[in-house]
């Protein structure tokens, strides 16, 4: 098989499997989520292996499937969740920025991208896209209620859930593009950890970096105390940008709690069940990810993973 051969192979594979798992995401809510979550992870694989033309032929040849199908909707909403970031990633990558910098990076160029689409679709439509998220945030409460309402839940007691999905649906209305870019930022570090994963197996050159020595620029520190006191300025829109700057922050310094916590179960020789346990736990208790942040932010200080901490241990 000549080079070229295999290239073309190698787009036709990535635009099928890429496809396979957007539709799934698209046609299965439930079940494909998970699968969709790694949509982007063909087209940067092919891009890494056989250079950044292949990934953008992959990108291309999946919208192509996507128009002949017939749903030029399904096509847009792929290249913004999935098609950009599919190009970034690899691209920082290939310059060899590591894993941290390549998705912070990349997600930058996502939500930059993502933004300009959104500006652009206000300006041709004249759509208010706050009032369509708002309503679209309303209509999934109505849902939800709904469905409490056919399983028996009545009374006080479906006052009290609807009251409760009320404040969370203003929350979210409030904080989505904190939540769209943590999102993202979630969706990359999976498709990273994959690409990783099958980069070392097939022993491709691939630099990542280690995850448990990753630490934040310190000058980011004065960005986070800034944001936090931005919060308690009565002006609502200085109040709802440093809200926003604020929990993206909070996953930003999250993720340095977590390499402090995998450098140290590394150290100390952890059990697998011990650190499943701890993951769990870190899921279903949304306050020891707020635990987990402060770690992050105390490290300016304290350095806990320093060669002179670890020899006082």
């Known amino acids: 098989m000549t080079p070229l051969q295999g290239k073309i192979l190698d787009v036709i594979k990535g635009s099928v499997a890429t496809v396979t798992l957007f539709l799934a995401f698209v046609y299965l809510p439930v079940v494909g989520t998970i699968p969709g979550l790694f949509a982007s992870a063909p087209a940067a694989f092919y891009a890494v292996k056989r250079g950044r033309g292949t990934g953008v032929a992959v990108v291309l040849a999946s919208c192509a ?31 060899n920025k590591g894993g941290a910098r390549s998705v912070i990076y990349s997600v930058a160029v996502t939500i930059t991208v ?4 959104a500006v652009v679709y206000g300006m041709a439509t004249g759509a208010d896209l706050h009032a369509k998220i708002s309503k679209g945030v309303q209509t999934s ?4 209620s709904q469905i409490y309402q056919k399983a028996g839940v009545k009374g006080d007691e479906l006052k009290a859930l609807q009251d409760s999905m009320h404040q969370a649906g203003q929350l979210v209305v409030t904080i ?8 993202y930022g979630m969706i990359a570090c999976m498709n990273l950890m994959l690409l990783a994963g099958i980069a070392g197996r097939l022993r491709m050159p691939l630099y990542v970096g280690d995850f448990r020595k990753y630490k934040n620029p310190e000058p980011l520190i ?6 936090g006191f931005g919060t308690l300025v009565p002006e609502t829109i200085v109040h709802l940008a440093a809200l926003n700057v604020l929990i993206v922050l909070g996953a930003v310094y999250s993720a340095q709690g977590f390499a402090i916590i995998s450098f140290f179960f590394r150290k100390l020789q952890v059990p ?3 650190r499943l346990l701890a993951s769990l736990l870190l899921i279903f208790q949304p306050m020891m990810v707020l635990a987990v942040a ?7 200080w304290a350095d806990f993973r320093s060669p002179n901490k670890q020899e006082n241990l």
């Open 222 to 227: 004065w960005l986070l105390i800034v944001a």
């Open 65 to 95: 499937i996507l128009l002949g199908v017939g749903d030029p909707a399904a096509t847009a909403i792929y290249l913004l969740q999935a098609g950009v970031l599919s190009l970034a990633l690899p691209e920082f990558l290939l310059r």
């Open 176 to 183: 989505y593009p904190a939540l769209v870019t943590v999102a």
């Open 272 to 274: 697998v069940f011990i």
């Open 141 to 144: 409460i109505n849902q939800t």
């Open 294 to 300: 402060a770690l992050g932010v105390f490290d300016l």
């Open 114 to 117: 993502l933004l300009i689409a």
